[in-house]
């Protein structure tokens, strides 16, 4: 039988409007670790080719493209990077039960707080934390990857919803400042 | 009538806007009252009970009568504040509350039987007879009564909710408000300073004087100057904040573009909370009215409203204006008049210590008696001592001295504090943690008492966040705040409390004499204060009153509960987003697109959407689509997407231990390679959940929920882990989301798997096997809920589209296809499976006849709980099968033929039917008393609902192929 063809939640989607620009994004394969009882030094060890280590609440690490994001308690995302052998945890593949939005630019922050209930401004969530919070009704994992760009990853089946929310929120936010659409 | 040179609109800019079908032009800057009022119009409104033509009272959100409707291109939206509407060109406003014209209300005849219409009055007069309360006096009431009207369509407009954060919240911009803004924002904290009105400044842009030796509007600009240039001030203008809650959270209602005409996508609203460890409210006073006989013509208002119209939008109301005030400052809007060249006919105060300087008849230890001029204002009668004479006047200016705007401090349970000085209630210190009242809103009634106390919160807020600020204090009038209590005038006519509710002075002391002493009974039984103003206008001289009537002190007597929100919020703010499919989340299944493409109506299942039947030419119901469906599957091969089915997998050496601790049956000494079919029970015994659960490696399982329960199979099981065996060697996390999974069910269904497989496997009933499909790893498990022999496929999401369309186009080829949730219901019925229809949350494992499943040799959750008395035995309601030859139906309860059909001769109800084109004949699951023991019965199925009145045979629940043999073949 021929090939079967792969298909993002959102093909690939993505919008530009009043200095905001947000877009589906592909950060390669997912994995979560989830330490297992006495498995932190095996999972320290696993983890050490990569230049990663297990990563403190509500923050994220990156190396060479790879991200170690932590998702829960003992728990964390492998991204970028396929998760190396290790024993300790349990390791699960978690690449196709995701999409990913990149939002980024000057309004970022504005479009985010229509939806997100926490305190996004740049002193209480800095480059390099993540959290497990809510985009409207939807669970996601918000990351802060620079300034002005945050990365979130939403349940793969409501990416259409979660779109939906932030293509608003940006119209919005774009013509309180004016912006012509 | 304008006046030239005064005002803070923008005379470059005229506006042409609508009221009650007349054009009119106003000014950029104008409110719709202060344009209308510019023109002369003062009448705009009816009152709410007695139709009585009423004019503007106020200039803020306060305002209990100039409410009335804006028409817009798609909405029209009620009760509207004249006072704080913004006109702009094109502005299409309507009075409310009218059968007819403004001017010749019909329902103005309730004005004349108001004998009849006193406080309580339909407690007493539609008691009887009973019946017609709700067929004829409740509707004739609500038409005659009332506020504005909606279009009967839906609001679609835009709308935006949203969070704000900062250390430092100020709510309100008077010369308090300014100050502490200014301080916090130079020691650097982060700050939102909340305007209600459009622009900064609150009274002071009304009542002028200096501030620092230059004039308070200069004062105003390069504070706001300054505040505009801190990157780190957040002005929100046009926004009321309505509430104070838990944790530093406050409700916001931001008005963003209801002053514009609608442009796409611009917000028309947007309701706000926001979070912030200090708060300093500034909110300043509200002006009081006093009660006195017909106080409620138009051409009556607030003095500080006339002030305000005279000084910010350069509008005077009338050209002979009288004041009768109680209090020296109110003095002012005299003086400003005639300092603009208006008439002031005469001043009239009651208190008789008052000095009289001004250059116009000064009456004091005199009060207004009466009112005259039905449409507007035409003149007043003064009593002054024995004496009463009449003055002529078009515009009577009230003031009965201040009550701070104490609102937010109540949000929380706390009880205002009555300073006798003040005659008004002032916050109690501390009851909304980390919020501090200043100026009036503390009853700090001078400018300078707003600039000391605003700048003093700001300091110990900043300092809290270990900042530091110095900030001088510019001068300002200290002059002392000095009142003799009015609330009511003495007289026999109808003299106003609650403009917004028709509530007199009469009406509260016939709630104390009827027995309605208590201010909450008050309330209550006369209305006061329940209308869009909340009392705003009013609470505190109905309480007054009552205090007079009751002979208690008004500290005494107390006030009522404070609640959010302090101004009106539109629900469609409030749920911005939430209209129609904003509702919840859409959950979309890989296949959507395809079954979409193939004509499939999708119906919700949970948020998920999946396809109901796939309809082919020729077929004009689903009846007809579902039949052929199923018969497709009994004969061929089907294919269905099941990846709604909740998946969780399960890893750690642990897992089997755990999955036997959830489940009823065993499943550490499953193979690896197996599934098997397990049974959950909640903690109180009852069945929550069933579902297939696969050995994948030595400690490594994945479990299948419905698609229901996956949710809260998850959260079960994640309790259970962290409340009783947290420590064990064990793991699980969901992967719904990361397989698509395909049924293919039917007689042809192996050749049809095989046919995508790289390498065909053998699987046996209940197997499992890691296979090869187009070049991906995928998941073969050989599973049926259909009765037939079936499998599915499951591959990473990512691949399920294109598998979905292979799948269905081979399918077609072997004279299969795709099947959906109809086809599907109808094949488990006639195989006799369950789905939450049948464990809805009050069945046990004996009630489905899967007792025999809850193992003896362990223990799990719920085991020890479904031994309790009446949780098993014949008296409990039993799964049965029922066969009928007339349309049966799903929520139907069954009787014993011949019995009488009531609650208590009911033997039980029916949870699943359908038409079965294998067996030929209406099936059903139901649940009977006894079911089990009373296979072969006939019972009588009624449905008074649907009008279903049917005789079934009692049957075993398995219709389709009892011994398993095509399942296994």
């Keep these: ?181 | 009538m304008r006046i030239d040179g005064k005002g803070l609109i923008d005379r470059t800019k005229p506006v042409r806007f609508r009221f009650d079908g007349k054009d009119y032009a106003g000014y950029k800057g104008d409110t719709l009252a202060s344009a209308l009022l510019a023109n002369g119009v003062r009448l705009v409104g009816r009152s709410f009970k007695y139709h009585r033509p009423r004019g503007v009272l106020t200039a803020g959100s306060e305002e209990p009568n100039a409410l009335v409707e804006v028409v817009g291109p798609t909405n029209q939206t009620p009760n509207v504040r004249a006072t704080m509407q913004e006109v702009f060109e094109g502005l299409v406003t309507q009075s409310q509350n009218r059968l007819g014209s403004l001017r010749f209300d019909l329902m103005a005849v309730n004005d004349y039987l108001s004998p009849f219409l006193s406080a309580g009055f339909y407690y007493k007069t539609f008691m009887w007879p009973r019946a017609f309360w709700e067929g004829l006096y409740e509707p004739i009431i609500r038409r005659a009564a009332g506020l504005g009207s909606l279009s009967g369509k839906h609001d679609e407009g835009t709308y935006e909710k949203a969070f704000a954060f900062c250390d430092v919240l100020v709510i309100g911009s008077g010369p308090s408000g300014l100050m502490a803004a200014l301080t916090a924002g130079r020691a650097g904290a982060d700050v939102i300073l909340c305007e209600e009105s459009h622009a900064l400044g609150g009274r002071l842009l009304s009542d002028g004087g200096t501030i620092g030796g230059v004039p308070a509007g200069e004062w105003v600009a390069s504070v706001v100057a300054e505040l505009q240039a801190l990157p780190n001030v957040r002005i929100m203008l046009r926004t009321s904040v309505t509430g104070a809650y838990d944790h530093g959270t406050y409700g916001a209602l931001e008005r963003v573009g209801l002053h514009k005409p609608a442009r796409p996508n611009l917000p028309r609203e947007c309701f706000w909370r926001i979070v912030a460890p200090h708060a300093v409210l500034a909110s300043g006073a509200l002006e009081r009215p006093v009660a006195f006989e017909n106080n409620d013509r138009p051409g009556i208002m607030m003095a500080s409203a006339v002030r305000t119209y005279l000084n910010r939008y350069g509008v005077v109301p009338g050209q002979r204006v009288t004041l009768f005030a109680n209090t020296d400052q109110a003095r002012a809007t005299a003086r400003d008049l005639m300092a603009a060249g208006v008439q002031v006919a005469a001043i009239i105060d009651p208190r008789p210590d008052a000095f009289s300087v001004e250059d116009c008849p000064v009456h004091v230890g005199a009060e207004v008696i009466g009112t005259r001029g039905r449409m507007g204002l035409r003149g007043i009668t003064v009593r002054k001592g024995s004496e009463t004479f009449e003055v002529e006047t078009d515009c009577l200016a009230m003031s009965g001295g201040w009550n701070p705007t104490i609102h937010l401090t109540c949000h929380m349970n706390g009880r205002p504090r009555w300073n006798e000085d003040l005659a008004a209630f002032v916050p109690m210190e501390g009851a909304v943690p980390g919020l501090v009242a200043v100026g009036a809103a503390n009853g700090s009634m001078s400018t300078h008492g707003a600039l000391v106390t605003g700048h003093a919160a700001a300091v110990q807020a900043v300092e809290a966040l270990g900042r530091k600020v110095s900030v001088p204090l510019p001068e300002a009038e200290d002059a002392p705040y000095r009142l003799r209590a009015l609330w009511a005038v003495e007289g026999k006519g109808r003299a106003w409390l609650d403009f917004a509710n028709d509530v007199t002075t009469n009406d509260v002391k016939l709630a104390a004499q009827e027995g309605f002493r208590s201010v909450e009974h008050m309330k209550r039984y006369t209305t006061q204060g329940m209308a869009p103003d909340q009392g705003k206008n009013s609470n505190v001289a109905a309480l007054a009153v009552l205090a007079d009537a009751t002979g208690r002190g008004i500290a005494e007597t107390g006030v009522t509960t404070f609640r959010p929100p302090y101004v009106p919020v539109s629900i469609a703010a409030m749920g911005a987003g939430g209209r129609a499919e904003g509702f919840a989340p859409q959950r979309f299944l890989t296949s959507d697109q395809a079954s979409r493409d193939r004509g499939a109506p999708m119906i919700e299942a949970g948020l998920w959407y999946r396809p109901s039947y796939f309809p082919k030419p020729g077929e004009t119901t689903w009846r007809e689509a579902c039949d052929r469906e199923v018969n497709m599957v009994r004969q061929a091969v089907g294919v269905a997407d099941v990846s709604t089915l909740g998946k969780i997998d399960i890893q750690g050496r642990d897992a089997g231990r755990f999955l036997d601790f959830v489940y009823t049956n065993t499943f550490s000494t499953l193979p690896v390679g197996r599934v098997r079919y397990g049974l959950m029970l909640r903690e109180d015994g009852l069945v929550l959940d069933d579902g297939t659960s696969a050995r994948l490696g030595d400690d490594h399982y994945l479990m299948t929920t419905t698609t229901a329960a996956a949710g809260l199979v998850m959260r079960h099981l994640d309790f259970v882990h962290q409340a009783f065996c947290a420590d064990w060697q064990v793991r699980f996390i969901s992967v719904t989301e990361s397989w698509a999974q395909f049924a293919v069910a039917g007689p042809k269904a192996r050749a049809l798997v095989n046919s995508f497989l790289e390498e065909p496997v053998e699987l046996p009933f209940m197997g499992v096997a890691p296979v090869r499909i187009g070049g991906v790893d995928g998941r073969l498990f050989r599973i049926s809920f259909s009765g037939e022999e079936g499998y599915e496929l499951a591959v990473p999401t990512r691949f399920g589209e294109a598998l979905f369309r292979d799948l269905v186009a081979r399918a077609e080829t072997m004279g299969g296809g795709p099947y959906g949730m109809e086809a599907l219901n109808v094949l488990r019925i006639e195989k006799g499976f369950i789905t939450h229809a049948e464990i809805h949350g009050r069945v046990t494992a004996h009630d489905i006849g899967m007792e025999k499943m809850v193992s003896a040799k362990k223990d799990c959750i719920g085991k020890a709980a479904a031994t309790r008395p009446g949780l098993w035995g014949p008296e409990r309601e039993q799964l049965v099968g029922l066969k009928a030859s007339a349309p049966i139906s799903a929520g139907a309860h069954l009787f014993v033929p011949g019995t009488e059909v009531h609650r208590e001769t009911d033997q039980g109800y029916v949870t699943s039917v359908c038409w079965s084109p294998t067996v030929d004949a209406w099936l059903g699951l139901a649940f009977l008393k006894d079911g089990r023991a009373r296979q072969g019965e006939r019972v009588r199925l009624v449905d008074h609902l649907r009008g279903l009145d049917v005789i079934c045979e009692v049957c075993h629940p398995v219709f389709h192929d009892p011994e398993g043999e095509k399942l296994r073949a």
């Excluded at chain 1, 959290?131 to 259409?160: K, P, W």
């Design chain 1, 1 to 181: 039988m021929p090939e079967l063809i792969a298909k993002s939640a959102l093909e690939g989607r993505s919008l530009t409007l009043g200095g905001v620009t947000l877009a589906e994004v592909d950060v390669g394969p997912i994995t979560s670790i989830a330490l297992l009882p006495g498995g932190a030094k095996a999972v320290a060890k696993g983890l050490k080719p990569l230049g990663l280590s297990m990563p403190e609440p509500n923050s994220f690490a990156e190396k060479k493209g790879a991200r170690i994001v932590w998702t829960g308690r003992d728990q964390a995302f492998l991204t970028g990077a396929d998760c190396p052998d290790m024993e300790g945890a349990a390791v699960t593949d978690q690449s196709d039960g995701w999409a990913v939005l990149a939002l980024s630019g000057a309004a970022a922050v504005d479009v985010l707080a229509r939806w997100v209930p926490v305190d996004v401004r740049l002193a209480a969530f800095p480059v390099g934390r993540a959290l497990r919070t809510q985009l409207n009704h939807m669970n996601v994992i918000l990351l802060r990857s620079g300034d002005y760009a945050f990365e979130i990853m939403v349940f793969r089946s409501m990416a259409r919803t979660a779109w939906h929310e932030l293509e608003a929120a940006t119209h919005m936010v774009a013509a309180r400042a004016g912006v012509k659409i």
